[in-house]
Structure formats: C-alpha cells, structure tokens
C-alpha cells in the first residue's frame, strides 16, 4: 500500500507562508524545519501573495456566505414544508 498524504491545517500553511514572506529564513530553512519541500514553501507565499488582497477587500463578509448558503437552504424548506401542510390541510 502507498505512503498516505500528510494534510496541513491551513493555520500551519499561513504559518509557514508568513515567515517565508518575512524572509528571515531562506525556504530551504524553513522547509526543512518544517519538513516540508522547499516547492511547496513556494507555492503557499505565492498563494499568500496573490491572494492578501481578498482578505482586505472582503473584510468579515467571508463568513456571511455560508450563513447565506445556510439561511437560503432553510428557507426553501419552510416554503416546501408550507407547501406540504397547505395540501395536507385540504385533503382532511
């Protein structure tokens, strides 16, 4: 059987991401330190880099998605439930 993936919380991603954009290490240190391969040291500041902007910009709406996604999916079953009370109603 193959060697599993280890899987990074994104909390040690933006750990590591941080203090390679610090630079006060080079990525071969970090990655080593870290165990992990310099490329992918790479690969998460250049994410961090591409991607610091939509932090600011979004502000604390990145949560107000999923509470969209949650409130719209709860409100389609109140009017499918409404729906079904409504024809019950009227066969009794």
């Known amino acids: 059987m193959g060697k599993q993936r280890k899987r990074h ?9 941080l203090e390679a954009l610090r630079g006060v290490k080079t990525l071969s240190e970090l990655a080593s330190e870290h165990k992990l391969h310099p490329t992918q040291v790479r690969k998460w500041k250049a994410q961090l880099q591409n ?25 389609e079953e109140i009017g499918r439930l409404k729906m ?9």
Do not use: H, I, P, W
């Open 9 to 17: 919380s994104k909390e040690f991603k933006a750990r590591v991401a």
């Open 84 to 92: 079904e009370v409504n024809f019950l109603q009227k066969k009794c």
């Open 51 to 75: 991607n610091a902007s939509e932090l600011f910009a979004r502000g604390r709406s990145s949560g107000t998605s999923d509470e969209e996604a949650l409130s719209m999916r709860l409100y």
